[in-house]
């Protein structure tokens, strides 16, 4: 029981940092594409990488990974932002973060992964 209210805890914080990013992108950045969603999804496959990596408990791996990274990251925004362009017929943007989104996250989990890894 510990070890899920640990993940929701973790996950607290993980949604109120993503819900910080997304307005700080709302009010900074260009609305044509999802950077906020993006940068927060890419930082999080880094991260989540680097923590697999680590080896840590799992009372850390429920906080950090399951929870601060489960609530900071949003596998469901990502695929409604995809939409939006397809329905709006904006194929250029769609396929430009669907690549980036789907093959920069395989990648920098990899690469958090080799981070981790090295030290």
Known sequence: MITVLTAGFGAIWGAILRYGITNYGKKHWSEKFPYATLLINLTGAFLLGFIFSRKFSPFIYALIGTGVLGGYTTFSTLN?????????????????YALLSYGGGLILVFLGYKVGTLI
């Open 80 to 96: 409604v932002e995809l939409l939006s362009h397809w329905r709006d017929r904006n194929y250029s943007v769609f396929t430009l």
